[in-house]
């Protein structure tokens, strides 16, 4: 569902981006005129709809590759705000230096903001006239559904970025926002749901109530209020840009290819729907989905009377054992259907608690389902509790279901034969110092939780691992990723994780100070310059709590070896040590070179008791 | 409590394949408990089915087992009622289906029907054998209920007689009795504090029930208590199924009407799914 929103938002904005406003009637029109267009932009006689065109194609590859620069100038604001600067500088560049007029037609700029008069008079008076369409209920449900969907997905999302790991009220939410809808709606406005791309940024500014949303309404209402003369500056082009990168990232055909890897049957639910929604409307496409998602499931089991005889019947049973966990036990059939009595109960579990959850009794669990629980294995294991999945080991050797059952329980692997040419070289390496080589990915990750360096992060995956036998030195190939949804970034690089056979004091060691914040989060504050290394403390941000630990814990030693070897970002956590350097993965010479490093490391900080 | 509480015992008698299993289990049952067999079919009586029913209780007879065979025609459930109010019987064994599909939920097999009806306790067997299989694990309610107390004692009366080693009690806990509604963690945390009051609530008064009973009857037994939060009936079957308990003791049900039927709670959730051999206690 969200794909086809995506290629609507997409086909509708890309002839704008382009300088080409066309009215056509259904979504899958604007879609199939997108070549006409493109070849139309070589043809345009007006050079100020050239201008717009290219205002549009520069603001597409500033969101394109934005994800893929890792630089800490360019991070400071996010693509979409540097699409707005620069369209602004531009403009001021026109009209203060070449003095001449704005190079892109009037029309394909953003309307001035009428004032305040203008807006108290032309408030609509709500007309009931059409309630009796279905184009009237269409919208009504289109709108609630969107909303309450993007809403409920960004909690999720937030919720997972909590530092203090709450859980948010979803129900008082939901009311909000139906309260907003209504009374925008009345006023003739449209509400739009912002949620995830605030949220994430209130969080990794330190923000932890509501307040902060509430200062970001204060802050919109004055920027639209004393600047929005500035906003006339900015080609609709250029934002439209921004939404066909959005519409084109809720479909890419990496996702699709994604639905393929877990079933055949994922991508007829998947392409009924889009199609279904592009054709006809949203409302449609998504009972379609929803049909032929039934429908899969019943000539998959071959079995209507599973479905219907035990759909209305409790299946869940819930009880907390002597040994104090939570046993979830779910029978005959879970899927999409009666997920929501399963997820009753899972709700009532704190997530610092253990939980095993046997599908045993259930004859067939589907792709929503695991799913879902796989997002509560992620979250019960971040605040500390455990969530174990048992019962569904059989399943596959019972009848060869064709659901990707085994694929969604984690811990069995993503790659096994067919290693790369650096795989293999990671192989001989791991020979070469005497360690094991694992290509596949890992699900023993928590040891990196404990790392502040991770604390608004979300690990995706740790593979590639090089380690010595008892584990305590261990190299390996990681993706991480910040923020949620549309401001999501995936990182993937390789890092080192040194056990230290002592007590450390936490610090983070680092050349550069723009983590500063991340840590001062953390509780963490600046180390005074150590005694005698003033070249040290000028070259290195030294930070962490207990000051005079870590003042103990940089002798001369460790010192002189920090400022004659190469520079890595170095962090503690108490008992290991995280080494790694830049935002890619390291090639294999700097793996070495790691290895290298982190043996003297080792032995230094070994030896310095 | 008392010290001999099934003194008539009655069986069904259908000749289905189950019936040598059926037989079996009644006659080792009606041994244990020390009581009279009463067996009843409904039908013409023939030389032929006398035959074959005495045949299946030949071993049993050399073990002095005091039975007796009735034959009477008319609708099954009518017959065999009513043949509980003749012969004073106290405990009806009933070969079961183990799930009833949706043609008998609404048709109502005999089985069930004589489950509503009854005047006295009933065992629905759902894996009769012929060899003896030894009861392992029993599972009780402990329902907050007049008659929990009776049933417990008698689940350790039938507890010693099988000479079971586990025995569970299942405390059901509505969902309903929790007032905190889950939110956010803020409820949450509230709403776990209730359960766990609630639970030691729950406990406490199963530890009073559990006092009434003579501690000859317990001190082979290794006990335990389950407090479950979930719907009555239904979780307690599925508990029983998942801990794989031999048999399960129930009270029985007050009455019922079509509409309980069409929504199924309570005890209808065990008859429509029978997970174990059920004994309903009257």
Partial sequence: ?609 | MTSHPFKNIAIGVAFSPNLKANLHEAARLSLLFNAKLSLIHVGEESEEKRNRVEKCLLTFKNQSLDYSIDFKSGTPVDVILTHIDNKNIDLIILGALQQENILTYYLGSIARKITRAAACSILLLIKPSVERQVCQHIVVNGLKDDHTPETVQMAFFVANALQTQRLTIVEEIKESELSIKVDDDASLRKANLQREKIRRQEDARVDRILDQIPENYKSDISIEKQPIFGTRGYSIGHFAQISRADLLVMNAPGKMNFWDRLFPHDIEYILTELPTDVLIIR
């Fill in chain 1, 1 to 609: 569902m969200l794909a086809a929103i995506g290629l609507i938002i997409l086909g509708k904005q890309f002839h704008i981006m382009l300088g080409n406003r066309l009215d056509l009637d259904s979504s899958i029109d604007y879609l199939l005129a997108i070549p006409q267009t493109i070849i139309g932009v070589f043809k345009y006689e007006d050079i100020q709809l050239t201008h717009a065109a290219i205002a549009g194609v520069v603001a597409l590859l500033i969101m394109i590759f934005y994800g893929k620069i890792r630089n800490k100038y360019f991070k400071f604001f996010p693509a979409p705000m540097w699409i707005v600067v620069i369209s602004i500088a531009t403009s001021y560049f026109y009209e203060l230096v070449l003095k001449e007029d704005h190079p892109i037609a009037n029309e394909y700029m953003i309307p001035e903001i009428p004032s305040g008069a203008e807006i108290v008079t032309s408030i609509p008076v709500p007309d009931f006239g059409l309630m009796g369409s279905w184009a009237f209920w269409a919208s009504v449900l289109s709108l609630t559904l969107i909303a309450s969907i993007e809403s409920l997905l960004s909690i999720k999302a937030v919720d997972q970025l909590d530092p203090q790991k709450r859980r948010s009220n979803v129900n008082r939410d939901l009311k909000a926002l139906g309260l907003a809808t209504i009374s925008s709606g009345f006023l003739g406005g449209l509400n739009v749901v912002t949620v995830i791309a605030r949220s994430s940024v209130n969080v990794n500014n330190g923000g932890t109530n509501r307040s902060s949303n509430f200062a970001h309404a204060m802050f919109l209402v004055s920027f639209v209020w004393l600047f929005s003369s500035q906003l006339t500056r900015i080609p609709l082009p250029a934002l439209m840009a921004i939404l066909v990168y959005t519409g084109y990232k809720l479909a890419s055909p990496t996702l699709i290819k994604k639905l393929f890897t877990i079933g055949k049957e994922q991508l007829i639910i998947f392409f009924v729907t889009l199609l279904t929604t592009l054709f006809i409307d949203l409302i449609t496409g998504i009972i379609a989905g929803i049909l032929i998602t039934f429908i899969i499931h019943i000539i998959l089991n071959r079995n209507v009377l599973l479905f219907i005889q035990n759909l209305l019947k409790p299946n869940v049973l819930m009880y907390k054992e002597s040994k104090g966990n939570y046993y979830i036990s779910v029978k005959h059939f879970c899927t999409f259907l009666n997920f929501y009595k399963l997820k009753q109960q899972l709700d009532l579990v704190p997530e610092d608690q253990d939980v095993v959850l046997d599908l045993s009794l259930c004859q067939f669990v589907d792709h929503t389902v695991l799913e879902n629980l796989n997002g509560y294995q992620s979250v019960f294991h971040k605040r500390g509790g455990h969530f174990e999945i048992i019962g569904l080991d059989m399943h596959g050797a019972e009848s060869d279901h064709p659901f990707a059952l085994r694929k969604l329980i984690p811990g069995i692997s993503f790659i096994t034969a067919n290693l790369t040419k650096r795989q293999n070289t990671l192989q001989e390496i791991a020979e070469e110092f005497d360690m094991t080589y694992a290509a596949e990915k890992t699900q023993d990750e928590d040891f990196l939780d404990s790392f502040k360096y991770f604390q608004f992060k979300k690990v995706e995956r740790v593979y590639n691992r090089i380690f010595n036998n008892g584990k305590q030195f261990k190299i390996f190939d990681i993706h991480y990723s910040e923020g949620e949804f549309i401001t999501k970034a995936d990182v993937k690089t390789t890092m080192l994780n040194i056990k230290v056979n002592r007590i450390l004091p936490e610090f983070t060691l680092d050349r550069e100070g723009f983590l500063e914040r991340v840590y001062g989060l953390a509780g963490f504050k600046d180390i005074p310059p150590i005694e005698n290394h003033s070249d040290f403390s000028k070259r290195f941000y030294l930070l962490g709590e207990d000051t005079h630990g870590i003042q103990d814990f940089f002798n001369d030693d460790l010192v002189r070896f920090f400022e004659s070897n190469p520079y890595y970002h170095i962090e503690s956590d108490g008992h290991s040590l995280l080494v790694f350097r830049s935002d890619r993965t390291a090639g294999i010479k700097e793996i070495k070179a790691l290895i290298d490093f982190g043996k003297r490391l080792h032995k230094i900080v070994q030896k310095a008791v």
